[in-house]
């Protein structure tokens, strides 16, 4: 699986903003589907995920502002952002975790970043 993420951008704070990941090469093989970010000196965190069935799950620090979706059709893993703060700023990876005959094994994409001005 090949994941390529876009729409980062410069945003301000309580403003909106969405980015996303297109899938490619073998995505019948894919169940969950998740948003991870990297703040400069901090560890790469969880922020959303959602399964093939679609159940989601999110981070503390985002839920009720951010909603991750899935386009199945369209390959496409969305995260849109609401009410952003400046602490949102980080680069977002996409990950997709899928089925192998060998297990689990996890793609990700090369990130996007995003900035929140004050």
């Known amino acids: 699986v090949q994941l390529q993420a876009s729409g980062g951008g410069l945003v301000q704070a309580g403003g909106s903003l969405r980015v996303s990941c297109d899938a490619t090469g073998r995505i019948f093989s894919i169940d969950t589907m998740s948003w991870y970010r990297q703040a400069p000196g901090k560890q790469r965190e969880l922020v959303a995920g959602i399964t093939s069935r679609g159940n989601t799950n999110y981070a503390d620090s985002v839920r009720g502002r951010f909603t991750i979706s899935r386009d199945s059709a369209a390959n496409t893993l969305n995260l849109h952002m609401n009410s952003v703060r400046p602490e949102d700023t980080a680069v977002y990876y996409c990950?997709?975790?899928?089925?192998?005959?060998?297990?689990?094994?996890?793609?990700w994409g090369q990130g996007t970043l995003v900035t929140v001005s004050s």
């Open positions: 990950s997709a975790t899928s089925v192998t005959p060998d297990g689990l094994a996890t793609s």
